[in-house]
């Protein structure tokens, strides 16, 4: 036994590192916040003024949380920890937009065996940076340093976000109707889900992360940190435009295509997604190739390409498509909506009537 005593930096937890992390995190949260962000960084709880929607006629708010998986384990392997914010911000953000909410403010959680400052900083503020694309502010969050649980060089972060939607403006099942369209939105690349899957193939295959890769054009950890498209103030813009008709979105995360979509059609009817409509991104058929995985087990895991759907009127998807068009956005028509006939094969369906929501779903042709 020491005369001095055990301190809790002895125990492995550096609170001047963690004050530090905060010094450097200050001004990129900072810019997420507007007027309605009241107190500042470093309070105990984040404040948001709500007085801007009292004009609501009979608000409701939505909330939504997640990770980012084991995607950063390829961050921590590389090095590289200024991108995974986003890939935080869209898996949290973009769960609420789906049922029409804008998102307000968030707030996030890392845990880590050890705090730099410089890591931490780099985290933040590339969740700081998501949140300025997603017109969300950063209100607040937590640094936990865990030794003995996690090792120096790990972490992982999670993330809450709360939005806000009139009643009788809520997105989903109930608007969606026969002869709808299916409008798919292009994803960045593999987002943040099926990294399980991925990181197996690549051990499989015995390849390294700085293995340049020609299908690529470019290193593959460079491409496995590719962020995830963040598409909040898209969607919104979408919804607000009434010739496009939006009746739902569905976000595609874990489970892939068919599961989500599944998820925001009623009972009784069916949508039919066109394989042949969209180019499968190159990264995809890598993971498929490398490790022989079959196609059903891709599109169970893996977004394929299309990481948001709109589900629109028939009379407004031309409207829909011009509109994601002038904001930058990559879409095309994906498919149809249509009342389930009963004559379908119930192994015709990938989504069938046990979905969430009842809805079925059905892929056909084959991929270009």
Request: hydrophobic share 45%; glycine share 12%.
């Amino acid at each position: 036994m020491t005369s001095e005593g055990l301190t809790y930096a002895a125990a492995g937890v550096d609170t001047e590192a963690g004050d530090k992390a905060v010094e450097l995190m200050k001004d990129a949260v900072r810019r997420t916040q507007g007027p309605a962000v009241l107190g500042g960084v470093g309070g105990f709880a984040g404040l948001y003024d709500l007085s801007a929607f009292k004009g609501y006629r009979a608000p409701l708010l939505a909330t939504s949380t997640d990770g980012v998986g084991t995607k950063v384990a390829i961050a921590q392997a590389m090095d590289k920890h200024d991108t995974i914010g986003f890939d935080l911000v869209g898996m949290v953000v973009d769960d609420i937009v789906v049922i029409g909410a804008k998102p307000l403010f968030m707030t996030d959680y890392i845990a880590t065996g050890k705090v730099v400052p410089e890591r931490i900083a780099d985290i933040v503020r590339g969740i700081a940076q998501a949140c300025e694309v997603a017109d969300t502010a950063l209100v607040g969050g937590e640094t936990a340093e865990h030794p003995g649980l996690l090792k120096p060089d790990e972490y992982d972060v999670a993330g809450a976000a709360t939005g806000i939607v009139e009643a009788d403006k809520v997105l989903g099942p109930d608007r969606v109707q026969p002869g709808d369209v299916l409008i798919g939105m292009a994803s960045s690349g593999l987002h943040s889900n099926g990294y399980s899957l991925v990181r197996a193939v690549i051990k499989h295959a015995g390849w390294s992360l700085d293995r340049h890769v020609d299908d690529l054009g470019r290193a593959l950890g460079e491409e496995l940190l590719e962020p995830t498209r963040v598409y909040a103030t898209d969607c919104l813009a979408l919804a607000a435009d009434e010739a496009a008709q939006v009746h739902a979105f569905t976000h595609v995360t874990g489970g892939g295509l068919a599961a989500n979509l599944a998820r925001v059609l009623p009972a009784g009817l069916v949508a039919t997604v066109d394989r042949a409509s969209w180019d499968v991104p190159a990264v995809f058929r890598m993971v498929r190739d490398l490790g022989g995985v079959p196609n059903r087990d891709l599109e169970n895991t893996l977004n394929l390409g299309v990481g948001m759907v709109a589900v629109v009127g028939a009379d407004g998807a031309a409207a829909a498509l011009s509109r994601l068009s002038t904001l930058g956005v990559p879409a095309w028509t994906l498919g149809s909506v249509e009342t389930l006939d009963a004559s379908v094969a119930q192994e015709d369906l990938v989504a069938g009537t046990k979905g969430v929501s009842g809805g079925a779903v059905r892929l056909v042709n084959d991929y270009r």
